[in-house]
């Protein structure tokens, strides 16, 4: 046990102490998935060489997680490159050779995202029969329109109305029904077929928006999420790939996993005598002289009472860790303003269940088993009791192509009963899947699966959901907050830029997506490159300003 004395002269300063000491700025990153990853490589490119990652599990990558099981990678968290023109994500994979195997099928066009976009999507009702294609088709095109003007209110500025809530869901369901109530050609089981396909498509929505319910999404904001152009490619060998490339170059020790954070002290809030384990942090200081600790602003506590010192904390925990944990984790508290953004902003959970079966029971042309409860039609809700969790199930989807995957569909669950589901074990979920199999198809001899695989992300106690969405009441202003670094440089003469916030959530067009999230770890790798150049200059410490080739 060492005990440190932090001093705190010249703390007015951004220059004094520490900065002026012919040492590197250290620089603590909290989180090894995407963000981390990428603002951590930015740093190094550019001359940074104190930095360290703390990921609290036993993995990098975050929400990235694919598992082999034999020939077969399934990924349980992100699996789509979201466009092509101007996606870094989709650039690294290309150099990389990630992309060779991609089929065309794999190459999906359109909102939502398909592992193949060949064949025909199975609309079934929970009576077994398999809904018309031409009734499909009707509907389908009704809704998208419909979807397209949930787009205008925020992309040309049209007015909200009341009866709308504010919700894309609300008024999707409104307008929707009553273009379908209003069509004259028609009849009534036909009309009450499309109004329990509205349901279906609005939880297809949330699983894509990751949300409860589509109710919750704010319709004002809903349209400046920013599609990128060109297909929805699927990385045959895992997402995990893109991770490991930016693994590459940064040194194995300055990743620390099963490194959990308590608690961050900044702005010099830890006391003056703490006691700290400090043997197995690495240090970079230049000209090899001693460690000192004077100096250094934030300090991070570690679950293992270790106590990090550093002039810079890049945070890129989830949304909805900092939900859950903002009060104790910031010492002193956030702002006011970045607390009310963290808790305006949305994040929920979408899972998937991947179930291998010996032989497909489904036709050659089928890509998607949609469920259409014909019980939903009028309900102006689609959450249910406990015990019909599996309700929220929207479809399976067939993995393509079977030489690749062998024979398996991947569900789609989300919002509170896809934590509901994570508490039941894989035996359980299993039989139910099956049976809704076999009830939505009409096909009582469908057998078990012979496994499954599915993902946890609302239990997982260092991600707790899948990623963000604006939600009814935020703003893309609130993105924006939850991305400003601490401490604010008009409110306080403070050392700046103590905390930093990156993660797809802290970015305005690109939240929710794996591109949002590295480009995130790039804008905040991208301040202290700019602030350490103008503190620099003409100091003998040399910063490159590079942007990071992978």
């Known amino acids: 046990m060492q ?10 300063d951004p220059l004094s102490s520490g900065s002026q000491r012919k040492r590197q700025p250290r620089i603590v990153v909290i989180g090894a998935g995407l963000a981390g990853l990428s603002a951590t490589k930015q740093l190094l490119v550019n001359g940074f060489t104190d930095i360290t990652i703390l990921e609290a599990s036993e993995r990098i990558g975050g929400r990235v997680q694919s598992i082999k099981l034999g020939c077969a990678t399934f990924d349980l968290g992100a699996t789509w490159i979201h466009g092509a023109h101007g996606n870094p994500v989709y ?8 992309l060779e195997e991609t089929t065309d099928g794999e ?14 999507a199975h609309y079934c009702t929970s009576s077994g029969q398999r809904i018309p294609k031409d009734v499909v088709e009707e509907f389908s095109d009704v809704y998208n329109e419909v979807y397209n003007l949930t787009q ?69 904001e809903f349209g400046e999420w920013t599609e990128i152009p060109g297909a929805h490619h699927v990385i045959p060998s895992g997402f995990i ?49 001693e460690e000192e600790e004077e100096g250094y602003r934030v300090y991070v506590e570690c679950e293992d009472c270790e106590f990090i010192p550093a002039d810079h904390v890049i945070i890129t925990m989830s949304l909805g860790v900092l939900k859950k944990y903002h009060e104790t984790m910031f010492h002193p508290h956030l702002p006011e303003e970045k607390v009310l953004a963290i808790q305006m902003l949305g994040i929920g959970t979408t899972d998937k269940i991947f179930l291998e079966f010996e032989e497909p029971f489904w036709s050659p042309e089928c890509n998607s088993i949609q469920f259409v409860w014909e019980d939903d039609a009028e309900s102006d809700s689609l959450a249910y009791p406990e015990d019909l969790w599996y309700k929220k199930i929207c ?24 934590i509901i589901m994570e508490r039941y074990d ?21 057998p078990k699966p012979r496994r499954i695989l599915r993902s946890g992300w609302g239990s997982n106690p260092y991600i707790r959901g899948s990623y963000s969405y604006t939600r009814v009441g935020s703003s893309g202003a609130d993105v924006e907050k939850l991305a400003k670094p601490l401490p604010y440089p008009k409110s306080t003469k403070a050392a700046p830029m103590q905390i930093l916030f990156a993660g797809e959530a802290t970015h305005r067009k690109y939240y929710s997506t794996t591109h949002g999230a590295l480009l995130s770890g790039e804008r905040e790798a991208a301040r202290l490159v700019e602030m350490y150049q103008d503190l620099y200059q003409g100091k003998g410490m040399k910063f490159n300003n590079q942007q990071t080739t992978y």
């Open 3 to 12: 005990s440190c004395e932090i001093s705190s002269d010249s703390a007015d």
């Open 91 to 98: 650039q690294l994979a290309e150099d990389h050779g990630l």
């Open 107 to 120: 190459r999906s066009i359109g909102r939502i995202s398909l592992y193949s976009k060949n064949g025909v």
């Open 152 to 220: 205008e209110f925020f992309q040309h500025g049209r007015p909200v109305g009341a009866e709308s809530q504010n919700s894309v869901g609300v008024f999707t369901r409104n307008v929707v029904r009553k273009r379908l109530k209003a069509d004259p050609e028609d009849s009534g089981i036909t009309k009450e077929l499309k109004l329990a396909m509205l349901q279906q498509f609005l939880k297809v929505e949330s699983c894509e928006s990751s949300c409860h319910s589509m109710d919750e999404v704010s319709l004002s």
């Open 241 to 289: 790939n893109v991770v490991e490339i930016l693994a590459r170059g940064i040194p194995k020790s300055v990743i620390q996993l099963n490194k959990a954070v308590k608690c961050i002290h900044w702005n010099h809030s830890v006391s003056k005598e703490i006691h700290f384990i400090n043997s197995s942090f690495p240090s970079h200081n230049l000209d090899g002289q």
């Open 395 to 418: 479809s399976f989807d067939v993995l393509y192509p079977p030489e690749r995957y062998g024979h398996v569909l991947s569900g789609w669950i989300c919002g509170e009963e896809a």
């Open 426 to 446: 894989d035996e359980t979920v299993a039989e139910t899947c099956t049976e809704l199999l076999r009830r939505f198809t009409g096909n009582p001899d469908i």
